[in-house]
C-alpha cells in the first residue's frame, strides 16, 4: 500500500469514530426508551470487547475466560454498594481494583502456557470463577445472584436514574476507554505488543521482557473489562453467575474477531452488530447461537481479518486507484 492511502486511513479513522459517537449520541437520545436500553447493551459490551482486544488483537492471545474479569468487576461494585459505599467512583475503583488483581493472578498462572493451552487454561479458569460465584452463596448469591442493586449518583448533582442518562454515561465511559486504549497501542509498549504477536523472538532479541509485555496486557485487559462489568451492574440492576459463564466469553471473543481484532473500531462495531441482532433475533427465535455461528463462518470467509479492516483496505484502494 503506497505512503498516500496510509495517510488517508490515518486521517480516516478519527473521522469515522468521530461520525460514529455522533450517530449513537443522537439515535440513543431520540429513540424510545427500549431501544435507549439496547444501545446501553452494545455500549457496555463495547467496553468489554476492547478490553479483550488489547490481549486478543495486539498481543495476540487468545482468552476464553474474560468473563471471570468482568463479572468480578460487577460483583465486586454490587457488594461495594450493598454493603460499604453509595458512592459510584469508590465502587468502580474496588472493582477495577479486585479486577486487576484477579487478572494478575490469572496471568501468573495463564502465561505459563502459550497457543492452545493458553486458551484452555483461560477457559478453566473463567469456569473456576463461575463455580465460585455459583456456589458462594453467602457472598454471590449462588444462582440467584445479586438485586437490588441501585443505580448510584456521580456526585455534584449528576444522576443516572433516567436511561438517557445512563446512555449518556455509558457513551463518556466508552470514550474513555477508546481513549486510554488509544493511547495504549499507540505508544512504545503497544508497538512492543504488536511486536510480540508477530515475532516474539525478534522482539526478545531486541531486549524486551516479552513475557513481562505480555503479562501487563493481560492485566490492564483485565482491568478494562472489570470496568465494563461495573457500568453492567448498576445498569441491569443485579448480576447472576452467568455474567462470568463461558457463553459471554465466548460471544465477547465473537465481537472481536467479527469487527476486526488489533483495530480501535472493529470492537465496538461487533459489539454493536452482535448485541443488536442477538436482541433482534431472540425476540423471534431460539436459534440464536446457530445465527452467530453461520455470521462468524461469513466473515471469516469474505472479510478474514474483521468488517473494518476489510472497508478499510476497500477505501485505501479505491482511493489510490
Not at 111 to 126: E, N
Not at 170 to 185: D, E, Y
Not at 276 to 282: D, F, K, N, P, R
Request: some cysteine; aromatic content about 12%; proline content about 3%.
Amino acid at each position: 500500500m503506497s505512503k498516500n492511502a496510509y495517510t488517508q486511513r490515518a486521517l480516516l479513522a478519527p473521522a469515522a469514530t468521530v461520525l460514529l459517537f455522533a450517530i449513537i449520541a443522537v439515535v440513543g437520545w431520540l429513540s424510545p426508551s427500549y431501544t435507549t436500553g439496547l444501545l446501553i447493551d452494545c455500549l457496555i459490551f463495547s467496553i468489554f470487547a476492547l478490553g479483550l482486544n488489547l490481549l486478543l488483537g495486539y498481543t495476540g492471545l487468545p482468552s476464553l475466560g474474560h468473563a471471570a474479569y468482568f463479572g468480578v468487576g460487577a460483583y465486586t461494585a454490587g457488594l461495594m454498594i450493598l454493603h460499604v459505599t453509595p458512592s459510584f467512583w469508590w465502587c468502580a475503583l474496588a472493582a477495577i481494583g479486585v479486577s486487576l488483581a484477579f487478572g494478575a493472578l490469572y496471568g501468573l498462572l495463564s502465561l505459563r502456557t502459550s497457543g492452545v493451552f493458553f486458551l484452555i487454561i483461560t477457559l478453566a479458569l473463567g469456569q473456576i470463577t463461575w463455580a465460585i460465584a455459583f456456589s458462594w452463596r453467602s457472598l454471590t448469591g449462588g444462582d440467584d445472584g445479586l438485586r437490588g442493586i441501585g443505580r448510584p449518583d456521580l456526585g455534584l448533582g449528576l444522576s443516572l436514574q433516567s436511561n438517557n442518562d445512563y446512555f449518556l454515561f455509558a457513551l463518556l465511559a466508552l470514550a474513555l476507554t477508546l481513549f486510554v486504549v488509544r493511547l495504549i497501542v499507540r505508544s512504545p509498549f503497544g508497538a512492543a505488543l504488536r511486536g510480540d504477536s508477530q515475532n516474539p523472538e525478534r522482539l526478545a532479541a531486541l531486549g524486551y521482557n516479552v513475557w513481562l509485555c505480555r503479562f501487563l496486557s493481560f492485566v490492564i485487559s483485565a482491568g478494562i473489562s472489570g470496568f465494563a462489568g461495573v457500568i453492567f451492574v448498576f445498569y441491569k440492576g443485579f448480576v447472576s453467575p452467568e455474567a462470568v459463564g463461558i457463553v459471554i466469553s465466548a460471544e465477547v471473543m465473537l465481537m472481536v474477531i467479527i469487527g476486526g481484532a488489533g483495530t480501535l473500531l472493529g470492537p465496538i462495531l461487533g459489539a454493536f452488530l452482535v448485541v443488536y441482532l442477538g436482541h433482534s433475533v431472540s425476540s423471534h427465535t431460539d436459534r440464536w447461537m446457530t445465527i452467530l455461528g453461520i455470521l462468524y463462518v461469513a466473515v471469516v470467509l469474505f472479510a478474514p481479518h474483521g468488517i473494518v479492516r476489510a472497508i478499510g483496505n476497500k477505501l485505501a484502494i479505491r482511493k489510490s486507484s
